[in-house]
């Protein structure tokens, strides 16, 4: 089986911080469901991940929280949405070790013991 791609990076908390790009719910053009799509809360980690169907591009809160997520064909394409999205905000990309299990990147990336 070969290795699969795991990398993450910082988000900045600074106060000048534009609004998450991110909503929970359908777009209110669609017409579906009844309330107003609701803005996602600003993330602190986005980790990207090669999955069996694409490469993923997941925005998560310190607690490990998903606030959005997308799907693209490469990991150069989900870097380079998260650079559009983040801008100079983005920290640099590392990555992930094997070792550290997907659910515990959250707390490995900022530093947290167990």
Do not use: C
């Not at 949405?81 to 801008?87: D, I, L, M, V």
């Amino acid at each position: 089986m070969s290795k699969r791609h795991r990398s993450a990076a910082l988000i900045a908390t600074h106060d000048d911080r534009p609004p998450s790009r991110h909503f929970a719910g359908a777009p209110a053009a669609a017409g579906i469901g009844g309330a107003a799509p609701q803005r996602l809360p600003w993330p602190r980690i986005v980790v990207l991940i090669e999955r069996d169907d694409g490469f993923f591009l997941e925005r998560l809160l310190p607690n490990g929280t998903v606030v959005g997520d997308t799907s693209h064909e490469d990991a150069q394409e989900a870097r380079e949405q998260a650079e559009w999205e983040y801008g100079a905000l983005l920290g640099a990309w590392f990555a992930i070790p094997e070792h550290v299990d997907e659910n515990d990147i959250p707390a490995f990336l900022l530093g947290v013991r167990p």
